[in-house]
């Protein structure tokens, strides 16, 4: 027997040969778009507080993770004073993560609060900035803004019943359009 060994294909020398590598694999990246999107209808449907619950999970898993680095960073500081505030940070962190793991629905209303009044002050912000850009650009902003201030200020009306839908709601749009790019990333590969 002789040992022969596969080396990795090269790396692609341009962007021609890239797609040509996935092209025959478009089918792949429609299965995956087509998965995606169902769950994100699948989310806005049925499972709306469902993933309301799986967001606050993620962001509680994430602070978690992201207070425990802050402390092995308190640990590693040089002063005292720098120690103490990296591991207070790190354990705020780590407290805020398990109590939304603990309790996700009244985490869920609090999310959902701090997302309902920064959508209004982003869009307050954004029409005032507006009001400061030249002619051409002055409309889209302005738009922005107020649909960004409608958005946040029915988030605050419906609050704090609103934190049973608002996350899970976000989460089913962007797993929607996120698997219809898939899809149409793939449908465009296959049309080359």
């Known amino acids: 027997m002789s040992d022969q060994t596969t080396n990795p294909p090269a790396r692609p020398r341009n962007l021609g040969e890239a797609i040509g590598r996935l092209k025959p694999k478009w089918g792949w990246f429609v299965g995956f778009g087509a998965l995606t999107a169902a769950m994100g209808l699948a989310t806005l449907a049925y499972l709306v507080v469902i993933g309301t619950v799986a967001s606050v999970y ?8 992201a207070g425990g680095v802050e402390i092995s960073m308190g640990l590693k500081a ?10 207070l940070a790190g354990l705020l962190y780590v407290v805020a993560g398990a109590f939304a793991l603990a309790q996700p629905l009244v985490a869920a209303a609090a999310y959902t609060l701090l997302i309902g009044a920064a959508l ?7 029409l005032v900035a507006a009001f400061r850009l030249p002619d051409g650009n002055k409309a889209m902003v302005g738009l922005a803004g107020a649909i960004t201030i409608v958005l946040g200020a ?5 609050w704090p019943a609103s934190g049973l839908f ?7 749009i962007d797993l929607l359009f996120y698997g219809l790019s898939w899809i149409a990333f793939g449908m465009r590969l296959k049309s080359l």
């Open 120 to 126: 209004v002050v982003t869009g307050v912000l954004r």
């Open 166 to 172: 608002v996350l899970g709601t976000f989460l089913g």
């Open 78 to 87: 040089k002063t005292w004073g720098w120690m103490a505030i990296w591991i």
């Open 154 to 158: 029915m988030i605050l009306a419906a």
């Open 58 to 65: 993620m962001i509680g898993i994430a602070m978690i993770l």
